[in-house]
């Protein structure tokens, strides 16, 4: 039992040995050949410029963003969008005002009298409407009605708190084939 020993653990030396670095020594000269051009060197840092302070000289002037100005230059433009919108605001609300234009779908038309009348979906309930009725969040009146769309005008705020016109439309919802 003690002569296998030695020849047991030179056996497994002999193999741990031939696992060496023989195996991978291709792949080992060839990253030494691209790594040799490489260099640990680190560029200097550049001169920070010290800091020298700017007397501020325009206290007299005119300040620019003072809110007095900015009104006074806007005030102008929102007049009329402004008198657009009380008129809205005193008038009492129609029940499809409540409802988001986008939820709103225009099932179809009905002509009575040389008057067309739409009839849309909103919610669980169907509703009657003709040109002059208001729907949608948007201040929106109808315009027009055809047998494919509703044409409406809102009331919208644009970027800048402005209120503005836009026409919008109504698609007629087709039915599923069946």
Same mark, same amino acid.
């Given at each position: 039992?003690?002569?296998?020993?030695?020849?047991?653990?030179?056996?497994?030396?002999?193999?741990?040995?031939?696992?060496?670095?023989?195996?991978?020594?291709?792949?080992?000269?060839?990253?030494?050949?691209?790594?040799?051009?490489?260099?640990?060197?680190?560029?200097?840092?550049?001169?920070?410029?010290?800091?020298?302070?700017?007397?501020?000289?325009?206290?007299?002037?005119?300040?620019?963003?003072?809110?007095?100005? @900015?009104?006074? $230059? %806007?005030?102008?433009?929102?007049?009329?969008? !402004?008198?657009k919108?009380? #008129?809205?605001?005193? &008038?009492?609300?129609?029940?499809?005002?409540?409802?988001?234009?986008?939820?709103?779908?225009?099932?179809?038309?009905?002509?009575?009298?040389?008057?067309?009348?739409?009839?849309?979906?909103?919610?669980?309930?169907?509703?009657?409407?003709?040109?002059?009725?208001y729907?949608?969040?948007?201040?929106?009146?109808?315009?027009? @009605?055809?047998? $494919? %769309?509703?044409?409406?005008?809102?009331?919208? !705020?644009?970027?800048?708190? #402005?209120?503005?016109? &836009?026409?919008?439309a109504?698609?007629?919802?087709?039915?599923?084939?069946?």
């Amino acid at each position: 039992m003690n002569r296998l020993l030695p020849i047991a653990l030179s056996a497994s030396l002999a193999l741990l040995a031939g696992c060496g670095g023989e195996e991978h020594r291709d792949l080992k000269q060839e990253l030494a050949q691209l790594t040799k051009d490489f260099r640990g060197q680190v560029p200097p840092l550049p001169q920070v410029k010290p800091y020298e302070p700017v007397p501020y000289t325009s206290e007299g002037q005119v300040d620019p963003f003072r809110s007095e100005r @900015i009104e006074v $230059a %806007q005030g102008s433009r929102h007049s009329a969008g !402004q008198s657009k919108l009380a #008129e809205h605001e005193k &008038r009492v609300k129609e029940p499809l005002e409540a409802f988001p234009l986008e939820s709103i779908q225009m099932l179809g038309t009905i002509s009575q009298e040389k008057e067309t009348f739409a009839l849309v979906k909103a919610g669980p309930n169907l509703y009657r409407v003709r040109k002059g009725n208001y729907m949608g969040q948007n201040f929106g009146v109808i315009t027009g @009605i055809d047998e $494919a %769309q509703i044409k409406l005008k809102e009331l919208v !705020q644009d970027g800048t708190g #402005e209120w503005v016109e &836009r026409a919008s439309a109504l698609q007629l919802v087709e039915a599923p084939a069946k």
